[in-house]
């Protein structure tokens, strides 16, 4: 087993831009294979970063400010992780390596939001069928958080995320930086993913599942859990800071793991922030959940940890099971060894930002989250029982706003994210699961649950748990066009739990 706490934690470079468009920041972003250390003790892997970098580099962006990326793919023609071709976009007939990029949150015209099958190749010598254009534009007219990019081609989504396509972007406003809140080298992103490697330093993915005998080979499974834990691509490193307050913007880059983070010293995490920007108020908590693609906003204050080391640890449970300590249950280290650079004059303030609740709605959808068996008898997981290639069924109008009920009939959490928009939660209430398979009828067994303090905040990925209806109130616009939804469980976006969506005039 590896060492924990040998390395430091990386901190990935800000990208500067390459030129300006008319006044327009113009950034060139790279897709390379390079190799990495990801932990002291293990042989370099091989990995895929932007810019030759795993976790890519940090885009730190002002509201108001559009920038254009031209995104580029040098990878390799194969890929360096098995590739099942009986799902649906990775067939034979397709180029191995295929990528497109998506700015998770981002509010996004479409012909920039990385459409799954708007993927290309090398230097763009194939591309998919709804490939439109080469130039990405963000408008960033959103308020401040923390979004992420990673890759989204069709089919292949799980591996090239897993090789290493992904990183954080930042959208910084007055309003936040008003707030005073710990910033600078006080300010820290923490990229969490989990990962296997082969004892020769490679990554691990598996290319069959357990079950059943008659799948293909190589298969994609049902879901993925490392026996690591990563943070800014180091295995379990630690992190030497000073007695005071920092800024962690956390985000669980994980393709199927959930985390219950906690500190071991028994301090909270003040949380100031949610997927789509800043909580109305700081929310105290002694330990947090993020689902894949989740994001948090934490302060953390270490001012009376002076020589103390501390232990940022993992306790989602998974069938009662906590993890273990020793290995997925840690996820990092603070050491508070540092003396005081400069005095801390940062601030929590009582209030944040303004967060409006949305009550006035034009339409309810109810969606359903299920499963089905494919031909191989491998489970296949659905949104409202359709697959990818079925005809587009939620077509919201510009600038309405949609209550989505969805009802979660499987046995396990979904975190279903919209593209586009930024949505509140409603509520949660338990629904009889017996009654819904016999009959059809939904029929609630328990009262409507509020979502916690934490997620009273504007969201763009919600935890919708087995056996109830997650409520959400969604603004569609500002923007019409094709987007998607998904779960964002990777292995179950890749294999059919994704779906088109349109917003029409
Ligand atoms: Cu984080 Cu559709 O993606
Ligand atoms: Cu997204
Ligand atoms: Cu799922």
Not at 129 to 154: G, I, K, V
Not at 202 to 211: A, F, G
Not at 346 to 360: E, F, G, R, W
Request: aromatic share 10%; net charge neutral.
């Amino acid at each position: 087993m590896l060492k924990k706490f040998t390395d430091p934690l990386p901190i990935m470079k800000t990208i500067r831009p390459t030129s300006y468009i008319q006044n327009v920041p113009f950034y060139e972003v790279t897709m390379q294979e390079t190799i990495q250390k990801l932990h002291r003790d293990l042989p370099p892997t091989r990995v895929w970063g932007y810019n030759g970098q795993y976790p890519g580099p940090t885009f730190q962006v002002l509201r108001h400010q559009p920038i254009h990326v031209l995104w580029k793919n040098e990878l390799p023609d194969r890929h360096i992780l098995p590739i099942d071709t009986t799902v649906h976009g990775a067939e034979k007939n397709n180029p191995e390596v295929r990528t497109v990029v998506h700015l998770h949150g981002g509010v996004t015209p479409d012909t920039s939001d990385g459409y799954p099958e708007a993927w290309f190749t090398r230097d763009f010598q194939k591309t998919g069928p709804h490939f439109t254009n080469r130039l990405y534009t963000y408008p960033n007219h959103q308020p401040s958080t923390n979004l992420w990019y990673h890759d989204h081609a069709m089919g292949i989504t799980r591996l090239n995320i897993y090789a290493g396509l992904a990183g954080m972007y930042i959208i910084h406003d007055q309003e936040e930086a008003r707030l005073n809140l710990p910033n600078g080298v006080f300010d820290i992103p923490l990229i969490v993913q989990d990962r296997s490697f082969h004892v020769d330093g490679r990554l691990l993915y598996p290319s069959e599942p357990d079950k059943p005998l008659t799948a293909p080979r190589p298969s994609v499974v049902p879901e993925f859990f490392g026996d690591t834990i990563l943070v800014n691509g180091k295995v379990w490193p630690y992190f030497n800071v000073e007695p005071r307050r920092y800024r962690f913007r956390i985000l669980n880059g994980s393709n199927t793991r959930f985390y219950r983070f906690s500190l071991s010293n028994g301090a909270p995490f003040i949380q100031v922030g949610s997927d789509q920007g800043l909580l109305e108020i700081p929310i105290r908590v002694q330990s947090l959940i993020l689902a894949p693609a989740e994001r948090a906003d934490v302060i953390v204050d270490f001012s009376t940890c002076y020589g103390e080391s501390i232990v940022l640890r993992n306790e989602f449970e998974t069938q009662g099971e906590k993890p273990d300590p020793e290995t997925t249950g840690t996820v990092m280290q603070f050491r508070v060894v540092q003396s005081l650079t400069c005095p801390d004059d940062s601030s929590i303030p009582a209030h944040l930002a303004p967060v409006a609740k949305l009550t006035h709605y034009q339409q309810t959808r109810t969606l359903r989250l299920n499963m089905r068996k494919d031909s191989y008898d491998r489970s296949i997981h659905l949104l409202d029982d359709r697959l990818w290639s079925d005809p587009v069924s939620e077509t919201p109008r510009l600038g309405q706003t949609e209550i989505w009920n969805l009802i979660n009939e499987t046995q396990a959490t979904h975190p279903i994210h919209l593209h586009l928009v930024r949505f509140q939660i409603l509520d949660r209430q338990p629904f009889d699961r017996d009654l819904f398979e016999k009959e059809g009828r939904i029929v609630p067994t328990g009262p409507r649950v509020p979502p916690t303090l934490n997620e009273r905040g504007w969201k763009d990925t919600v935890r919708a748990n087995p056996g109830e209806i997650t409520r959400i109130i969604i603004p569609f616009g500002p923007y019409p066009g094709l987007f998607v939804w998904h779960c964002h469980i990777l292995e179950h976006e890749d294999y059919e739990m994704m779906r088109p969506y349109v917003v029409i005039r």
